[in-house]
């Protein structure tokens, strides 16, 4: 559709219609950025019951962009969308309850919002809910639950599941520890794309843990990762030159 008939569906009440609006102006696709007027196009869907609308609102209510930052409000926004069943409104409440400041951090509603935005098909809520039972954040510590949901969040491409399996099975932590364990969890989370693995798998192959010991194979490693932004692998390789 051009813009012209988006707009023009728009202008006519179709609240799809006006959220395409929103994100056009909100991303600048196409039309001059204007996080105000996307504020106004999503907050015209968002009054006619669209969960993604009320959604977006609220994600530029917590962040202030676009209108002034409203913690409250965004929470408010993202429950009426969360109540419809939309599962990134759930994430980015059971986030506010874990992660935001300003907001009192409430780890039973982070985990009731996280799991239900799992059950609703979001793997990262699904990862989350894992670290809650892996950390004991407001339940008992449960590594086993923890291991299994990992597990199948990497099955499921996740990197940062792989990450975390490593850790514990490099650490210890519920489980023995095994670095040769701990190296394949990271090489399938470095082949995923996660950075941290990737440093890790670096500094494993410095020290000949869980892997062959060879500088080679630790600078490919340390520079994937400082590549993606790790500012310990480019510590790392720094001292490697000196």
């Known amino acids: 559709m051009s813009f012209e008939s988006v707009m023009r569906a728009a202008r006519e009440g179709d609240p799809d219609a006006q959220v395409a609006m929103g994100y056009l102006f909100y991303k600048g696709d196409g039309v001059v950025q204007d996080r105000r007027e996307a504020a106004l196009w999503f907050g015209r869907a968002a009054d006619q019951g669209n969960a993604e609308a009320m959604c977006n609102l609220g994600h530029m209510c ?22 419809l069943g939309y599962a990134r409104a759930m994430f980015n409440l059971g986030f506010m309850y874990s992660d935001v400041e300003g907001v009192e951090q409430d780890w039973s509603q982070a985990l009731h919002w996280y799991g239900r935005a799992a059950e609703a098909g979001n793997l990262m809520a699904y990862y989350r809910v894992g670290v809650i039972h892996e950390e004991g954040r407001g339940v008992p510590v449960d590594t086993d639950l923890a291991r299994e949901i990992y597990a199948t969040c990497l099955s499921e491409g996740y990197a940062r599941a792989g990450y975390r399996l490593g850790m514990m099975h490099l650490e210890g932590r519920g489980v023995p520890a095994d670095a040769d364990k701990a190296a394949g969890f990271m090489i399938k989370a470095a082949d995923l794309g996660s950075e941290d693995a990737m440093c890790v798998l670096g500094r494993m192959s410095l020290s000949g843990e ?33």
Do not use: C, I, P, Q
């Open 62 to 83: 917590a962040h202030g962009t676009g209108m002034e930052m409203d913690l409250e409000r965004a929470m408010e926004l993202y429950r009426m969308s969360a109540d």
């Open 210 to 242: 869980g892997m062959v010991r060879s500088e080679k194979n630790a600078r490919k490693w340390l520079m994937k990762a400082a590549a993606r932004g790790s500012a310990e692998a480019s510590e790392v390789l720094a001292s490697m030159g000196r």
